[in-house]
C-alpha cells in the first residue's frame, strides 16, 4: 500500500481533547484541518459547536463522550450525545465502560453502547474500548459486544493509558472484519500511522498530523 504523507491526511481525525483546550486553540486545530484536507476534527464535547461553526462544513466535527475514561453514568453519556448532534457533531468517539466489562456485567457495556448510538441517531459512533488495559480476551469480548449494540467502528485507545500496537489492530479486524477501526494513542510518525492503516485501519486519531505530514519530530510526552 502506497500512501503519502500528503495522501495519509485523507485519514486523520486532528485532535484537541485536552482538558485545557482554550477557543484558540481550537480555532487553530479547525485551520489545520481545512489547510491539510484532514478527515476531520475530534473535540471535547463544549468545543463542538464552536469546531461546527468554524469548519464550515468542509471536515467532519467528531465529539468525545464519556471521555477519558468511560465510567460516566449511560444516561450522563447520551446527554452529552444529545448535545453533541444538537450542536453539530458529525460523529461521537464514545469510551467503553471497563469497570463493567472487567467485572463481567456485558449487559451493561451492551446497553452503554446501545444507548448512545440510540441518541447520535444516523451519526456513526466510535467505541474507545482502550486496548492497553485490556487482554486479548476482553478485547475480542469488547468488540464483540460493540458491535452486537450497533457501533459503527472500535477505536483503540484514548493515549492516557498508553498508546495503541499494531498487533491490537490486527487482532480487532480479525474479530469483527466487518467493523471500522480507528487507531489512535501515541501515533507520532507517518511510518506509525502507516503500520496501522495496513494492519486495517481506516482513521488514524492523533493530536499531531500536521507533524506527521511535515515529517518533523514529535516529544513523547504527546499522549493523543
Known sequence: ??????????????????????????EKLCKEAIKYKF???????????KAKELVKNKVKVIAVVGFPYGFNPTEAK??????????????????????????????????????????AGKKGVKVIIE???????????ACL???????????????????VKVKDVKLIKRIVPDMKIKASGGIRTYEKALSLIK??????????????IKGEKVSKKIRY
Open 145 to 163: 459486544i460493540a458491535k452486537k449494540a450497533g457501533a459503527e467502528f472500535i477505536k483503540t485507545c484514548t493515549g492516557l493509558r498508553g498508546g
Open 78 to 119: 447520551v446527554v452529552e450525545t444529545k448535545i453533541s448532534i444538537k450542536n453539530g457533531a458529525d460523529e461521537i468517539d464514545m469510551v467503553l465502560n471497563r469497570c463493567w466489562l472487567k467485572s463481567k456485567k456485558y449487559d451493561l457495556v451492551e446497553k452503554d453502547i446501545r444507548e448512545v448510538v440510540k441518541a
Open 199 to 212: 494492519a486495517g485501519a481506516v482513521r488514524i486519531g492523533t493530536s499531531t498530523g500536521v507533524k506527521i
Open 1 to 26: 500500500m502506497k500512501i503519502s504523507r500528503k495522501e495519509i491526511a485523507r485519514f486523520i481525525d486532528h485532535t484537541n481533547v485536552k482538558p485545557t483546550s482554550t477557543e484558540k486553540d481550537i
Open 131 to 141: 486496548t492497553p488495559d485490556l487482554n486479548e480476551t476482553e478485547i475480542k469480548k
Open 39 to 49: 478527515h476531520s476534527v475530534c473535540v471535547p464535547v463544549i468545543w463542538v459547536k
